[in-house]
């Protein structure tokens, strides 16, 4: 590869979208993807009362993605200069003429198959800045002086990113989408450190943020705390909020790939071959959905692929997405497919999708009603460090943080220990007594990667609390 | 000894640092660093010795960190000029302002020489991305379809990496660097009725070049050869009966609990709450410095970023701090935290021992994890000794899942096999095994560690921390060690079946 740079003589920045027809124009392969993305973040981090980093960063990366035969090759790079495009262009369309065949080898998708999926070729992108947070920043600033004043102390992060993603091919596919992540993530704690209370929100540009009420919430909190009950591990009745159950279902998402299924590898492999599609797993009538369309919660609507893997096919770039069933009516009835996966297992090519709801019943109860019925029982506040223990039951480990709270006669009576857990989401799902209003909810584990989520709250008979974490 | 390459030294490294540095002591601020790097990143993936996936992705550019008026600003670009890296530090230093208002503990950092203009590159004898892909993937087949035929399915990875940094700083430290790593891992998966399992290779992840896969540093011929009886072996074997039983615990399996357990319990962030939002604290805090009772006498546990192929090594660190080696741990009591210059002036430490590290242009230094390895006895016992000295036991081997809270007290590890030990002797495998245990009290029960040959250097090329998240390649050195009592857990029933 030559040098990515020449400083002083490079011929200026063009725009992503010409970056696209350029790239395309420059490749001698049988078929040609090519994905620009923009991107661009503020964050500001803290702890103690205190700002602990910040930061700006802007990022740019282009992936070539040619075809030749059934070979494909796939090259990305970073801050490409318009004298490197032909060199990367080059580079693709090498290593697919050298490729092997690729098992999911498929033609491009046509443009005319895309849909209205991702208008706005031509828009300029519009990056963030720190600046986004120019009245949060101050009000935060208010919230450590109350906790100051009250012998507390916050700690948290709050990030602003926005992407803006193209995606063109030789078969005529011009698709874009901008996608604006937020959140905050507020944590405080009593001045000895003992007491802990979390909260956070997804947003998609800070206006909506409110730490003065969300800092109330979690003084309300650290106030329940102040009684400390101490509990053995064992299976208690446990309401699940929903930023729990969103960490759960989203792990139970990213566990439903077909293809490893159909391989006799997850809990969605039926015994003696095939899947578990069509089978009943909740007596209740729950639908797990992605839809791009959510509102709130809007997510790129056609398929982004940097790269092939089990649960996601190159060939497939640009394939329209719409509202997709995982769960419908407490049934299995999709896996994460490619149109590779589908034709092994026989079923409709679902891809995954960056958003995930939740529903049960309709009329649900908010969390504060389910606490205000709870006769004996737990209150979690979030799960931590969820891991897989076996992939064929999907039991997980994790561990209970930030608050767990005792219930007794709908009332909260106190603070008990942190607990590990061992759960499969999937045995979850049978064993629910009630399911509650569906919320948005920030996951707090796995809200770096996947941060829209619309959740219920739970409520289980039997939760197994493994052993006693010291951990406060 | 290798070079670093000459397309990264033909980049205008000098002129950017210069550009931004000085536009930062313009403005005003008491210290700034430039950082510029690229990062390469080449993943192979086979499944039935078919090519399943192939990326090849690069992430360049620079960064500017500055202190003004007492308040961090950062701010990153990706246009290799001198006007952007100016622009780079103005950002900063306005991200700096727009922060003020929520600082309210003034940055300073700790002492360290200045080093003008040195080079490090790491140990290896083949760079990876010399070696064509089809070469790779060739490679990968064969293994997957040499005596792991037998085995229902196969799939075969090849991470590697190329990381090259150039740093200045305002004190007057210049350094570039290079380092290449790489990791093989290969899978076996079968069915044996309804019940399914996989067995993966131990081959750690290592700071070699392509040489690795072909005979330095590991026999990957011979691992992958034992790999089906093994793995037939295991899906025959009984279901563990939980309880408390002793275990010989091979390094391939136990670099992971140091990491879990000791690592990130010693980072000085984490015990000074900077974390505790998010990775968490940790039980080990600050004023249990030279006291807390970690683990049993025959616990010795160093840091450092200087080990031969260690994943973590470094010349010096993102804040221009020389790779050093420390104690952790020392005879089970803690005597050390991993540093960077804020932390260790802060708690009047004197020297940083050189632990900040930035994964990608585009993130802030934060400190990260040395190579935490534990240390053999001098003259111990092998792994055949050790196990010859439990009645009733488990012996593990490789790593599986891992999990541990938010102040690394409470942690459940798996693994790849497990055998029974009756009597001094190995019993064949058993299935459905996790060990359960609080930190201190497993490091306590630690009677006795191997001798240096069964030393390894494991490791992983994924630690996660901080906000925004970033990953660390980090190595753990560990011998065989035998621990007395510790809690099994049969996964099976833990799932209520």
Redesign the interface.
């Known amino acids: ?8 003589v ?1 011929s200026g ?1 063009t725009t992503p979208q010409e970056t696209v027809e350029r790239a395309l124009a420059l490749s001698e392969a049988d078929g040609c993807v090519v994905i620009v993305d923009e991107g661009s ?1 503020a ?19 282009l ?1 070539v993605i040619s075809v030749v035969g059934a070979g494909v090759g ?6 490409v200069r318009d004298g490197q495009l032909a060199d990367v262009v080059a ?1 693709a369309d090498r ?1 697919a003429r ?7 080898a498929r033609p491009l998708v046509e443009a005319d198959a895309a849909g209205s999926a991702g208008a706005g070729w031509d828009r300029p992108v519009e990056p963030t800045s ?2 986004v ?2 009245e949060f ?2 009000a ?2 208010e919230a ?1 002086a109350a906790a100051d004043a009250s012998g507390r ?1 916050l ?3 709050a ?1 602003h990113i926005v992407t803006s993603t193209f995606v063109g091919s030789s078969t005529g596919l011009r698709l874009r989408h901008d996608q604006p992540t937020g959140r905050l ?3 405080a ?1 009593s001045a000895d ?1 003992a007491r802990s209370a ?1 909260t956070g929100v997804s947003t998609r540009d800070f206006a909506d943020v409110d730490v003065a009420a969300l800092d109330a919430t979690l003084t309300r909190r650290l106030d329940w705390a102040k009684r400390r009950i101490d509990l053995e591990p064992g299976r208690y009745e446990t309401v699940l909020p929903p930023t729990a159950v969103s960490d759960l279902m989203i792990y139970l998402y990213w566990s439903s790939g077909a293809r490893d299924a159909a ?3 997850t809990v969605f ?1 039926r ?2 071959g095939g899947t578990r599609v069509g089978e009943r797993l909740s007596p209740h009538p729950i639908s797990l959905y992605s839809d791009p369309a959510h509102a709130g919660i809007a997510c790129t609507p056609f398929v982004v692929a ?5 649960e996601q096919s ?1 060939f497939d770039n640009g394939m329209p997405l719409g509202r997709t069933e995982w769960i419908s009516d407490g049934t299995l009835a999709n896996l994460v497919q490619t149109r590779h996966s589908a034709e092994l297992t026989g079923l409709a090519a679902t891809p995954q999708i960056d958003n995930l709801v939740m529903e049960g019943p309709a009329g649900g109860r908010s969390l504060e009603e389910m606490v205000a019925s709870t006769e004996r029982g737990l209150l979690l506040t979030c799960l ?7 992939p ?2 999907l ?1 997980l ?3 209970t ?1 930030d608050g767990v709270y005792l219930v007794e006669n709908g009332e909260v009576v106190g603070e008990v220990n ?1 607990f ?1 857990f ?3 989401p999937v ?1 979850l799902l049978g064993r629910l007594t009630e399911v509650g209003a569906s919320v948005p909810t920030l996951p707090r584990e796995w809200g ?1 990667w996947f941060n829209r989520a619309v959740m219920p709250p739970v409520r289980v008979p039997d939760f ?1 609390m ?7 | 000894m290798r070079q670093i390459d000459p ?1 990264f030294l ?3 490294l000098r ?2 640092a210069d550009a931004a540095l000085q536009r930062a002591r313009d403005l005003g601020a008491e210290h700034a660093s430039f950082r510029l790097e ?1 990062v390469r990143a080449e ?1 192979l ?1 086979l ?1 039935d010795a ?12 620079f ?1 500017v960190r500055v202190i003004k008026d007492g ?12 006007e952007a890296a100016a622009r780079a530090a103005e ?1 900063a230093v ?3 302002a ?2 003020a ?5 003034p940055v300073g950092l700790a002492p360290e020489p200045v080093y003008d203009d040195v080079t490090w590159v790491s140990a290896y004898d083949v760079d990876p991305f010399d070696v ?3 070469d790779k ?1 060739a490679l990968l ?1 064969e293994w997957s379809s040499g005596p792991l035929g037998r085995a ?2 196969v799939s075969a990875s090849l991470m590697q990496v190329k990381e090259q940094k150039f740093y200045a700083d305002s004190a007057g430290t210049v350094t570039t660097q290079q380092r290449v790593r790489l990791h093989p891992v290969v899978t076996a ?1 079968k ?1 044996d009725g ?1 019940r ?1 399992d ?1 067995m993966r290779t131990l081959a750690p992840p290592v700071g070699r070049g392509y040489e690795y896969l072909t005979g330095a540093g590991w026999d990957f011929p011979a691992e992958l050869a034992e790999l089906p009886d093994l793995l037939d072996e295991k899906l025959k074997a009984p279901s563990v009966e939980a309880g408390r039983y002793d275990l010989v615990v091979d390094p391939s399996n136990l670099w992971l609990t140091i990491h879990e357990s000791i690592g990130h319990a010693t980072e000085l962030d984490r015990a000074l ?6 990775a ?2 940790s ?1 080990a805090t600050f004023d249990q410095l030279g006291s807390l009772h970690y683990g049993s006498p025959v616990m010795n546990v160093t840091g450092d970023r200087t080990v031969e192929h260690g994943l973590a090594t470094v010349g010096w660190d993102d804040e221009g701090v020389a790779g050093q080696s420390f104690d952790i741990v020392r005879e089970g009591t803690l005597v050390g935290y991993q540093l960077d210059r804020r932390m260790a002036l802060l708690k009047g430490l004197g020297r940083s021992n050189g632990c900040a590290f930035a994964d990608s242009p ?3 230094p ?1 400190q990260r994890m040395a190579n935490v390895s534990l240390q053999p006895a001098p003259d111990g016992p092998s792994s055949e000794e050790l196990i010859s000295r439990v009645e009733r036991g488990v012996y593990i081997l490789g790593d599986k ?10 942690f ?1 590890f ?1 693994g790849q096999r497990f055998y029974r030990i009756e009597n001094g002797r190995l019993a064949g495998q058993l299935r ?1 095994v ?1 060990y ?1 245990a ?1 930190t201190t009290d497993f490091w306590r029960s630690m009677e006795a560690v191997g001798g240096p040959g069964t030393y390894v250097l494991g490791g992983a090329f994924n630690c996660g921390k ?4 970033q990953v660390a390649p980090v190595s753990h050195g560990a011998p065989a060690a035998l621990f007395r009592g510790v809690r099994i ?1 049969n ?2 029933q ?4």
């Open positions: 590869m030559s040098d990515h740079l020449s400083d002083g490079s920045v973040t964050n500001l981090r803290f702890a103690g009362n205190t700002l602990t980093t910040n930061g700006v960063a802007r990022s740019s990366r992936t796939v090259v990305s790079r970073s801050a580079a290593a050298e490729a092997r065949p690729s098992e999911d720190i600046d947070f120019g920043a101050p935060l600033g450590f102390k700690y948290g992060f990030e993530e507020l944590n704690k450190l979390w391989d006799g590898r492999s015994p003696g940097h790269a092939s893997g089990r190159v931590w460090y969820i891991r897989e223990v076996d064929q039951s039991l480990t994790g561990l943080r942190n590990r061992n759960e499969s045995d770096d197994n493994s052993t006693v974490s010291q951990a406060s | 397309d033909a980049l205008p002129r950017l690229r993943t993936r499944f078919r090519l399943e996936g192939s990326s090849d992705a690069d992430d360049l550019g960064a308040t961090w600003g950062f701010a990153s670009g990706i246009e290799l000029t001198a950002e306005r991200v700096a727009v922060s208002p929520i600082n309210r503990e064509p892909l089809a993937t087949a229902d399915h998966m069915t309804d399914f996989d709450g900077y974390e505790a939002a998010y968490g604290t039980f585009g993130h802030m934060i899942s891992w999990s541990i809270d938010m102040q690394r007290y409470n459940q798996t459905d996790a359960q609080t901080g906000q925004p998240g857990l996964t099976v833990e799932g209520g079946k």
